[in-house]
């Protein structure tokens, strides 16, 4: 094999690319601690039963694993929510939130390495652990200059609620989620009895169409407004999308039709948009039941930025003048200390005259000094 | 910007413009597009491509919405909303080997365009085969003495008897699908609400 072929998604990151991730991540860090989240780092590998255990359900076929000494499954961290949650069973219960910058690998995605900065906020009120959640979101992109975006929200409790009384057992289940996650309407109907659950089945149908604008809450207000626990997880998202306009954010919509990815979603999900491209920059929700493999009753939230997509579209920093200062051997220390008369400069040192075009500004101090 | 539209070329391309026409839609351009692979009407900006690619054009959000055959979907899978199925295209996935074929007793095996199809059957019913992946032109397979079977899609049957096969079993139905970017319908819905509304309620 050519030694200078990587593997597919395997990449070499040069320059302006890496820049702006440092100053991604930098920024990340000054924003969350200035809203008092603390720094948490779980290791990159851990044993696959921390992701594939059935409260948190991952698939094993899409980790990156092998066999340690003793016949353990070992992977490489795939998911920061899923390690921190059991990370956090052995921190002080007194700090609430959290927050995290590394990559995950996951063999589904493309380039198997993507990399996040997060937070997570537990044993809060849950209205209040949403609210940071978003506003902290807010808050960073704004920091970073993106300013073309759209919020979602959705929640899980929709869902549940309209097949509880289908009393379906786990396996169609499952399907009719894949079916709603799939938006695709002829499923529904594949999958409910449509003699006994006509009613059922539309409505769930009518959810795969249920996005749009706030508009979509006073819709559904109305149409479900004799059933109670709906029309309060309407309300709540409601409640979020009213903060997020009035701090200006500058699209908010919503999906009731939306369904939970991973099992241990329950409640407000919630995804950024980039426009145009439609890439998602940051994604999270509620996971309460997360920590019920701990046998721990306590609130859970968070979200993970997408650092590789924001890499995209964040602007170039400024482009600094290059200036190079020719010295020799016995020069040198006088180059190193004219650095400081060029403080917006990149200031390089060489021996010898470098060609023309390389830097905006060349200055010879050898000739200097042999006066 | 108009909606851009993913179509399968061939014999789905054909069908979808006489069911778009049939909505009013202007189809002139896309019927005299000639060999070319992009065409833009007044509202819309079509690409053609062959299935499978029509769902990668469509997963990346090159494409807004796409028209594919169900068979494709469910080989290939692809990361969209599947919405909903077109008034053409139906087709059924079968099991089909020769005239008279006695099934050998050990391991058969299947030649088939759609190994992941082939894989999901043979394995709900607890039977292991060995697949041979083809690129078209199944029925000879059999026939030649590559496999003891093949697992393809069946329109009419013609091209099946004509070859001496017949089917031996028959497992999925599909038809040709309206798919779309898991960004762009939300994203812009307004653009595309009206479009999907009319390729779904043209067929009731």
């Known amino acids: 094999m050519n030694r200078l072929f990587l593997p597919a998604g395997s990449q070499d990151q040069v320059g302006d690319r890496l820049n702006n991730k440092a100053k991604l991540n930098e920024t990340f860090r000054r924003v969350v601690r200035g809203r008092d989240f603390q720094a948490i780092e779980t290791p990159v590998v851990e044993y696959a039963q921390t992701f594939t255990n059935p409260h948190v359900g991952m698939n094993l076929s899409k980790l990156l694993k092998w066999f340690d000494r003793d016949g353990e499954i070992e992977v490489l961290r795939s998911d920061w929510t899923t390690a921190i949650a059991r990370a956090l069973m052995n921190q002080n219960a007194a700090q609430l939130k959290w927050f995290y910058q590394g990559s995950v690998f996951r063999n589904d995605t493309s380039g198997i390495e993507s990399r996040q900065a997060g937070i997570e906020i537990i044993r809060t009120d849950p209205l209040l652990g949403e609210m940071e959640s978003l506003l902290t979101a807010v808050a960073y992109l704004k920091e970073i200059d993106v300013r073309n975006y759209i919020i979602e929200l959705g929640h899980t409790g929709l869902f549940d609620y309209l097949i509880k009384s289908l009393e379906l057992n786990q396996e169609t289940e499952e399907q009719l989620r894949l079916a709603l996650y799939d938006k695709k309407q002829d499923a529904i109907y594949q999958i409910i009895n449509k003699r006994e659950h006509n009613e059922i089945a539309q409505d769930l149908v009518e959810l795969t169409k249920a996005f749009g604008g706030k508009e979509v809450l006073v819709r559904y207000g109305l149409r479900w407004q004799d059933r109670p626990e709906l029309v309060a997880i309407l309300n709540q998202l409601q409640q979020l999308v009213a903060v997020l306009e009035q701090i200006g954010v500058p699209e908010v919509i919503v999906d009731l039709g939306r369904v939970k990815e991973l099992p241990y979603y329950s409640g407000t999900m919630f995804r950024g948009y980039l426009k145009p491209s439609g890439k998602t920059c940051f994604s999270g929700g509620r996971y309460d039941k997360l920590y019920a493999q701990f046998n721990e009753d306590i609130t859970a939230i968070g979200l993970a930025f997408d650092i590789d997509v924001l890499t995209e579209v964040l602007k170039p920093e400024p482009v600094k003048p290059r200036i190079c200062l020719v010295a020799c051997p016995q020069t040198h220390l006088k180059a190193e200390l004219m650095r400081k008369d060029f403080p917006n400069g990149q200031v390089d040192i060489r021996y010898q005259i470098p060609a023309t075009g390389l830097y905006d500004q060349v200055i010879q101090i050898a000739d200097e000094v042999k006066e | ?204």
């Not at chain 2, 979808?16 to 819309?44: A, H, V």
């Not at chain 2, 295209?89 to 050990?106: D, L, N």
């Not at chain 2, 199944?138 to 001496?164: S, Y």
């Open chain 2, 1 to 204: 910007m108009k909606p851009v539209i993913a179509l399968t070329k061939g014999r789905l391309e054909k069908q979808f413009l006489s069911y778009f026409s049939s909505l009013q839609y202007d189809t002139e351009p896309l019927i005299k597009k000639g060999r070319k692979l992009r065409i833009e009407t007044d509202q819309f900006a079509f690409i053609f491509a062959k299935g499978p690619d029509v769902t990668t054009y469509v997963q990346y959000g090159i494409a807004d919405l796409g028209v594919v055959g169900g068979d494709i979907l469910a080989e290939f899978e692809p990361d969209v909303y599947d919405l909903f199925p077109l008034p053409f295209g139906k087709c059924r996935m079968a099991v089909a080997t020769e005239q008279g074929k006695i099934w050998p007793k050990h391991k058969k095996t299947i030649a088939s365009k759609y190994t992941s199809i082939t894989k999901d059957f043979f394995k709900n019913k607890g039977e292991s085969v060995e697949i041979i992946k083809l690129e078209g032109s199944v029925e000879l397979a059999p026939i030649l003495g590559l496999a003891d079977g093949i697992v393809d899609i069946v329109e009419t049957g013609t091209t099946l008897k004509e070859n001496g096969l017949v089917v031996s079993e028959e497992f999925l139905k599909f038809s040709a699908r309206l798919i779309a970017n898991r960004s762009a319908l939300k994203i812009k819905r307004n653009e595309l609400a009206a479009v999907i509304k009319r390729l779904q309620e043209g067929q009731i």
